[in-house]
């Protein structure tokens, strides 16, 4: 048997692990909310905010976005993103070319989802199969959860599902590929969880699920013998105000941001907050065959 001494000072070092796995890894999931407040201007109760994007992957650019921030005539706010002439690259198993992808996000004044619809049109090429297909996402809060339907129009017939359920941690809900309107001050360290919505990942597996179900009847005589996982996305994330301040450098100015971590795993995310005004003025998403990058121009 090893002498007390060694035993001691294992036991004390895997101590010190544990309280370091759980105060980094487990302890901020358990810690009370801090999510920062959703931040409305008196400007933008009267007209509408306006804000053009360009997305690269490795310094290149692949496409454009633009956002929208409006107020509607029942005191609520419609949040749309459209994406414009984006390229996605899976290697050799897809290629997608995006012509248009738009998202509203119908929210309270306090920035809780009440309804989500977003359209896209996909030119998808996989395993030597070209085709266009037309999507439609329709989701909406029911309680605690988040319900929605995808339609897709593939010129050889039509399709829908249900999407999975999420159960909304916090309704103020992310996405990655959506830049939010504004924040608050935030504090280095601050941390909360966030539910994790995001429709063009939505739309984009359920495109190649149906390009891999034709073809799979296709081999089969019109009978698919396989039956596809549903997509494993984490449905929370978990985001933390980093402590240092970063600059990020636009066409004409300089910026000065506090940056926000989004971490569920697979999916990370990380937001860059102008200190000044509280807007996003850059944003970058993984998971989607890259990293890319939105940065406002």
Known sequence: MPPRLVVAAVVAGWLVAMGWLAHDKWLPWLRPADEPAFVVDMADEVAPEHFTWAIYRKDRRIGSAETRFAPRKDGTFEMTTRLRDLELDYGSIARVKMPVFATTRHVTRAGEL????????????????????????????????????????????????????????????????????????LRPGQTWRATNIDPVSDALEGAMRQIVARLLADAFQGKNPIALPAP????????????DTETVTGRDKAYTCRVIVFDGGRVR????????????VRQEANGYGDTLVLQRD
Do not use: H
């Open 269 to 280: 995310a990380r937001v860059w907050v102008d200190v000044s005004d509280g807007r996003v």
């Open 114 to 185: 009440i309804d989500l619809d977003a359209k896209a049109t996909m030119d998808v090429r996989s395993f030597g199969t070209e085709v266009k297909i037309d999507a439609t996402i329709r989701g909406r809060v029911e309680g605690d959860r988040f319900v929605g339907e995808c339609e897709y129009d593939y010129g050889g017939g039509k399709a829908s599902y249900s999407l999975e359920p999420i159960r909304l941690v916090s309704k103020n809900a992310f996405s990655p590929l959506q830049p939010g309107q504004k924040y608050p001050p």
């Open 232 to 243: 494993d996305r984490p449905k929370e994330l978990l985001a933390r105000v980093q402590g």
